[in-house]
C-alpha cells in the first residue's frame, strides 16, 4: 500500500508499481515528476508517468491527485519473461492486467496523457485484461489526444469509444 505521500519534482516516474500483485496506491499527492534532464533517454510513450503500473496484476489507483506530471496515470505491458533475463518469472511472464483506476484527479495541461501502453505487439492489455478506467477527472490543455489506448494517442471521445472511463470528466482548459 503506498498511501498519503507528497511524491514532488522527480526526474522520473513519481510512483512506479512493478511486478506486484494486489497493490494499492491511494490518496496521494503527485506532482511535477517525470520531466527528465537525461540525454541518454528522451520522455516517450507513456514512460515518466506520475503514476505508473508495469506487468502487475490486481493494482487499484483511488483518490490521488496528479498535477502537471510528464503523463498521469500509465498502465504499460513489456515482455517480463524468462527470454528477457527474468529467471524468476512464471510461465508465461507478468502481465499488466486487473488494474482498477478510479476516482483521481489529473491535472495534465502541459502535455502528455494517461492510459495504457503495450509492448508485446497484442491487444490483450487493451481488450482481454480486465484493465478498467472508471469516474476519473481530468483536467486537460492543449494536448488533443490525452489518452492512450491501443497503442495510440486518443481523445477524449475515442477513449470513451473504447468504453473507458465512460464516467469520467474531462475538462478542457487550453
Known sequence: VLESNRVEDNVREGICMEISFNGIVRNNAVARNGWPTDPYRANGWLWDAGIGIHESDGVEVYGNTLTENFNGIA???QRRDATTG???APTGG?????????????????GGGSGAANDLG???TFL?????WVNNTYYVGTNARPFAWMNG???????RAYNED?????FDLG
Open 128 to 132: 482481454t485484461r480486465n484493465n478498467r
Open 75 to 77: 498502465i504499460v505491458q
Open 94 to 110: 507478468y502481465f499488466a492486467q486487473n488494474a482498477y483506476v478510479h476516482d483521481n484527479t489529473v491535472y495534465q495541461r502541459n
Open 122 to 124: 497484442d491487444t490483450a
Open 86 to 88: 527474468d529467471v524468476y
Open 153 to 159: 494517442w486518443r481523445t477524449a471521445t475515442e477513449w
Open 166 to 170: 465512460a464516467t469520467g470528466t474531462t
